[in-house]
């Protein structure tokens, strides 16, 4: 297998793992959740206590999945950001299907994980300070999918306003699935890279223009 496949190889294993250890049984105590439900919707039998959520959640492991199988080279903040999306998701996933406390806990801290790595991908861009491809469409649809998906998070929460317990209409997982795509699309954009001072001709830097040196 290619090394650059291999961290998306591994990903969706780990994926693949946490569906199978669901539908096992996930051990531990109930998480403490309010009486409309973690997150609005109300638990169900069987092995996927919230299945809206639950299966919703692995839109946000897929995201990262794909980021880190994707073949366009990236910097290493980017690459931690995708593993970090892909491990939110995946335990986003364990906590809804199972609502247990631990896995509560696990969700806090992947959560933070993710907003952490995002952070410093961010912080990387903003140094690189280059164009990006795509025009503004690039740069504001993501931005656009992730204030939608806030405001479903913002009103869709347990008492609130677009909280239905008992539909499989959720907004908190419409908000899993517009962060997923939002994420997706600012993270698979890379600033281009500088061109080495090597391969640029002696004529180019005379000139002021940037052009490959003859090979």
Request: one cysteine or more; charged letters at 10%; hydrophobic letters at 55%.
């Amino acid at each position: 297998m290619h090394r650059r496949r291999l961290p998306a190889a591994l990903a969706l294993a780990t994926v693949g793992a946490a569906v199978a250890w669901a539908f096992a049984g996930l051990p531990g105590s109930p998480a403490p959740c309010p009486v409309a439900g973690c997150d609005c919707e109300a638990p169900r039998p069987g092995p996927i206590r919230q299945p809206a959520n639950a299966w919703s959640s692995l839109g946000l492991a897929a995201a990262g999945v794909m980021l880190l199988g994707a073949p366009s080279p990236r910097h290493a903040t980017g690459y931690a950001a995708a593993a970090a999306l892909a491990a939110a998701g995946t335990v986003a996933f364990v906590f809804h299907a199972g609502l247990t406390a631990w896995a509560a806990r696990l969700d806090g801290l992947a959560v933070g994980a993710l907003v952490a790595a995002l952070a410093a991908h961010g912080w990387y861009r903003f140094r690189a300070a280059r164009p990006y491809s795509g025009g503004w469409a690039a740069v504001v649809v993501p931005w656009a999918l992730l204030a939608l998906g806030a405001l479903c998070w913002a009103l869709g929460r347990s008492g609130g306003p677009w909280c239905r317990p008992g539909s499989l209409l959720q907004a908190h997982a419409a908000w899993h699935l517009l962060a997923a795509a939002g994420l997706f699309l600012w993270l698979r954009r890379e600033p281009p890279r500088r061109r080495s001072a090597s391969r640029i001709s002696p004529r180019a830097l005379a000139s002021g223009r940037e052009e490959p040196a003859p090979q």
